[in-house]
């Protein structure tokens, strides 16, 4: 049985006629109405007035005027990155302790402002007052991102991650709370989005977060994109077999290299990436020349991918939460 199709409203093609502008405005920063109907195909009718709309909703600044040739100077139209803001929340573990990183950034992903806390432990409770302080001093907050491990808050992370009914009932707890949109993002796919952003040449990245005691992950991006499976879920490299029950990395330095390299060696075998990141700072000196010299085999040497020690995740987080943040912010 064939299933009709709802008719396309006026309102539906205003809004994603102003989505297209927004998002040629925010690539440009700066241009003229001959270049936004260039950019998005829009009647220059049709742009006046979504530009119109854009300025007196402050989205849009007007600039000066430019000469183009010998005809009559253009106006132009710059795309404001202070309309709204972004907070990002990251969790992240240095020298052996837990810490909370805060960062405000405009449209254009400039961090305003940036702090960290120690943690006592990594609980959604732990980041309210935190973000209220930040809240109470840039009132153009418009999303909140958090990005945290997927085995904390008793596996609700990873329930978030997953969009099902008790992930919905956190975001939405915390969404009445600060009212503010909230979204969730474990650490691991945060940083491979991040990596991806420094490494663009790169189609298929992989990123491995490895710290003795605590259960390895595992990211993936494809050409920008983090790849998610089933139920959102991905990257549980402590279920190979090779781990022991618990799932953790040894806390003993040789046994924590050796399943290392066995781990990272797996990833390599049956995801075949371009580029590994391994992020952590337990790992022992020359862990790259160690994982080469196991390499018995050619099919081995050939999956060999570029190989990336980075004991700063913070960086490469806060990346990848800036970009799934623009991503939906645009869509407000």
Excluded: W
């Excluded at 430019?66 to 020298?95: D, E, M, Q």
């Excluded at 991806?196 to 992950?217: D, E, I, T």
């Amino acid at each position: 049985m064939q299933t009709q199709t709802q008719p396309v409203t006026s309102q539906q093609i205003r809004e994603q006629n102003i989505l297209n502008v927004r998002r040629a405005l925010h690539s440009e920063q700066v241009a003229t109405i001959s270049r936004l109907k260039t950019l998005t195909g829009l009647s220059v009718v049709t742009l006046t007035k979504l530009l119109q709309y854009l300025i007196e909703t402050g989205e849009v600044l007007e600039g000066e005027s430019v000469s183009i040739g010998n005809g009559r100077p253009a106006a132009t139209y710059r795309f404001n990155a202070s309309y709204r803001l972004i907070l990002i929340v990251s969790c992240y573990k240095r020298a052996g302790h837990d810490y909370a990183g805060y960062s405000v950034h405009d449209l254009f992903g400039e961090c305003i402002e940036r702090r960290e806390e120690l943690l006592s432990k990594v609980h959604t409770d732990e980041f309210r007052i935190g973000i209220e302080r930040c809240l109470d001093r840039y009132s153009k907050i418009s999303i909140i991102g958090i990005s945290m491990p997927t085995d904390t808050v008793g596996g609700r992370l990873a329930s978030a991650v997953r969009h099902d009914p008790q992930a919905k009932r956190l975001a939405k707890h915390l969404e009445l709370h600060f009212n503010v949109p909230v979204f969730f993002e474990t650490d691991i796919n945060a940083a491979t989005l991040g990596c991806f952003n420094r490494h663009r040449k790169h189609n298929y990245v992989a990123g491995l977060l490895l710290v003795p005691g605590r259960a390895p992950v595992c990211g993936f991006c494809y050409q920008g994109n983090v790849l998610r499976g089933r139920d959102g879920m991905a990257g549980e490299v402590r279920f190979f077999p090779m781990f022991n029950d618990v799932g953790v990395l040894p806390l003993e330095p040789l046994a924590a290299d050796d399943l290392a390299i066995r781990t990272l060696r797996a990833v390599m075998c049956v995801l075949n990436p371009s580029l590994v990141v391994v992020y952590s700072e337990n790992l022992k000196s020359g862990f790259l020349d160690r994982v080469k010299k196991q390499l018995s085999t050619e099919a081995e040497i050939a999956l060999l991918p570029r190989l990336e020690i980075n004991d700063h995740i913070r960086e490469d987080i806060v990346s990848g939460m800036l970009t799934i943040s623009l991503e939906k912010i645009q869509t407000f």
